[in-house]
């Protein structure tokens, strides 16, 4: 433990006994009244659609449709990547005599119950492995290298499937979603939730953007109707996600002369500059 308070301290009404720090904090107050009535449109207006988990949730007219994304076939596929990844980690980390055991009947088991035709080529050049592992009586560097050789192209397989899979599925939904709710593209926002790797973000967010674009009457800017919201676990964060980009949108184009004004990147490209003045550097370049 440690007496130092490393919590999360709100700024809001900075500086302290100062007329600044209350227009800060009459600012944050009208801000926030500003995004509830902004949210209260949401749910009310507008069509929102969300990809959490291994679910697509659709929300409008204050209904919620759920939709699942990912099925078991997504999921035995992922399986089927992480199974090569168990076995290393567990030749590795434990006694090999007793382990080597374990192993075999994890992958008999395993592609017993895995009833798809890429798993063939991933049984036998695992097997095979194993075979060399058992021989040399330890994990040479040889085999490992010829092993996840081997996986690459097997790698490349497992990834398209699930990709295929997922962007089939989302389609899919997509189509039943807009058919339940016909909104115009400037009534629809989407949101991706998930971790901070690239994997969850990019799929979903394409096929989102893809859809937008093949709208007839679509001439929205399709990056303010597509969202990410990384570490996201809740639907009211998504929805308060697209109350926040509305009403940043609105100040952005009244105060800064551009809607895309208060975006990260545009940001971004001021703390570069800022960045590159306190460095001496000329004319603030990198």
Known sequence: MTDVDTGFRDTTASPKDSCLGLINKRFHNYYSDKKSKALHKVK???????????????????KYTVYTINSDRYHALKSLAHLTMAIFFQLTSNDLDTEIGHVEELVESAFDSIDLE?????????????????????VEATSLLQYSTSLEPIYAKLMMASAMDEAENLKDALAKVLAMHPKNSSQIFTV??????????????????????GMDEHIVNTDHHVRYLEGGCDIEE????????????????????????????VLGVVAEKAIANVWGEPNGAR
């Open 118 to 138: 890429i798993s063939k080529e991933l049984k036998k050049v695992t097997e095979d492995f194993i075979h060399k592992v058992k021989q040399a009586k330890h």
């Open 44 to 62: 009310s207006e507008l069509l929102v659609v969300v990809k959490i988990d291994s679910r697509l949730i659709s929300i409008c007219d204050g």
């Open 192 to 213: 991706t939730m998930g971790a901070h790797q690239p994997r969850y973000k990019e799929l979903s967010k394409l096929v989102f953007q893809r859809w937008l674009h």
């Open 238 to 265: 998504a929805l308060n996600l697209v109350s926040t980009a509305i009403v940043d949108r609105e100040i952005a184009q009244l105060f800064l002369g551009s809607a895309e004004g208060l975006n990260q990147d």
